[in-house]
């Protein structure tokens, strides 16, 4: 059964201390992994797509990468705005998208 | 602009009543997706469709229908069979056009249904 686990489940970060959220999957035939950032009560936005195991992908302060099992998203100086749940999602061959249940970053000031 | 809506953004509703979510997308997307968010869970598919006059189950279908008759719209009805139908329901859309590993997918604002 293809599997998405994210951790931790919760974060919180003082603004300016640098983390790392982790997405593993168990999947047979990866055909893409998809970071997404929601906002309280709104939709999910899309940020990457990663396709093969030492692909990398940056947007500002945020830079994922992807290894055979796991995909981590790295914020780099995190700002209050920065604040949002993180989703992780997979797809398995020509599959529909599987997620994960979510990473809640706080970023206080 | 080019995007997805929902409407409406907050719906109440009875129990034993059908309620029908609407989706509208202006991108040219050939696929149409509708998930279920509920709090502590990943987002959960329950129809989609990849081309007009055709759509199929999801993991959690039962309880709902939808239709496409249209490229631009994919309603979902929420039926009284659905045994808890309280919950914030997400629709996407995504391209079919280009590159067969393209599978971006992009997300309306949510409807947050809630039934008493």
């Known amino acids: 059964e293809d599997q998405v686990t994210q951790s931790p489940e919760a974060l919180r970060l003082q603004e300016g201390e640098s983390s790392s959220l982790n997405c593993s999957y168990t999947?047979?035939?990866?055909?893409?992994l998809f970071w997404y950032r929601q906002d309280p009560g709104k939709g999910p936005e899309f940020l990457f797509t990663?396709?093969?195991a030492g692909e990398e992908k940056e947007k500002e302060r945020l830079k994922a990468t992807l290894t055979k099992k796991e995909s981590f998203l790295h914020i780099t100086a995190p700002k209050p705005e920065d604040s949002a749940t993180y989703l992780c999602?997979?797809?398995?061959?020509?599959?529909?998208?599987?997620f994960g249940k979510g990473t809640m970053l706080l970023v206080s000031p | 602009d080019g995007g997805i809506t929902q409407s409406p953004k907050y719906l109440f509703r009875k129990e034993g009543q059908n309620v029908t979510l609407s989706c509208e997308q202006n991108?040219?997307?050939?696929?149409m997706y509708w998930y279920r968010q509920d709090p502590g869970q990943g987002l959960r598919l329950i129809y989609y469709?990849?081309?007009?006059?055709?759509?199929q189950k999801g993991d959690i279908a039962e309880g709902y229908s939808v239709s496409r008759e249209k490229k631009e719209s994919f309603p979902l009805t929420v039926t009284s069979a659905q045994k808890n139908p309280t919950a914030f329901y997400l629709c996407?859309?995504?391209?079919?056009?280009?590159?067969?590993?393209?599978?971006?997918?992009?997300f309306g604002p949510g409807t947050r249904l809630t039934v008493t």
């Open positions: 999602a997979v797809r398995p061959g020509y599959s529909t998208l599987t």
């Open positions: 990663l396709y093969s």
């Open positions: 469709s990849q081309i007009v006059n055709d759509f």
């Open positions: 999947v047979s035939g990866l055909r893409g």
């Open positions: 991108l040219n997307h050939d696929a």
């Open positions: 996407a859309s995504r391209s079919g056009q280009g590159s067969a590993l393209t599978y971006e997918q992009y």
